[in-house]
């Protein structure tokens, strides 16, 4: 009878380490895979502040031209009501493609503010997810060619 309830025992505590382990296990998978968001939400957001920047000097460099910053970004201009806009998608791996392909969009939106400084052009820069979530969001602003000159 003493044999048996020590193979009880036994068996109880073995019960208990595994109970223990499982649930040290769901802790590790669920904080390995908070980690693994955020360091990809965290990678998506460092190359939108590259694209974004990189878009802006663009801008910037040439004078406020929507075409010519669209060109060299990848994407295509459009004008719209008050400006006009380039546009340019991006896949998951953050290389330029089509609107079929994309997993990202950014957007810069151009028109002339109606601030006291006329000569100066403004522009949204914007990137986000194709689901509409916001990665970078800024504005810049480029004096126009010739002007102050």
Request: glycine letters at 10%; charged letters at 20%.
């Amino acid at each position: 009878m003493n044999q048996r309830s020590r193979s009880t025992l036994f068996l109880i505590e073995q019960l208990i380490v595994v109970a223990v382990f499982a649930i040290c296990s769901a802790a590790c998978v669920r904080i390995l895979s908070s980690a693994y968001l955020n360091a990809r939400y965290t990678k998506d957001v460092t190359n939108a502040v590259l694209i974004a920047k990189s878009g802006a000097e663009s801008f910037k460099a040439f004078a406020g031209d929507i075409g010519k910053t669209a060109e060299v970004l990848g994407g295509a201009a459009n004008n719209t009501g008050g400006g006009s806009e380039a546009i340019v998608y991006y896949d998951k791996h953050w290389n330029v493609c089509g609107k079929d392909n994309a997993s990202y969009i950014f957007h810069l939106i151009a028109g002339k503010p109606t601030g006291s400084v006329p000569s100066l052009l403004s522009g949204e820069v914007l990137v986000e997810r194709l689901t509409g979530e916001s990665l970078v969001s800024f504005t810049v602003a480029v004096r126009e060619r010739g002007a102050w000159e």
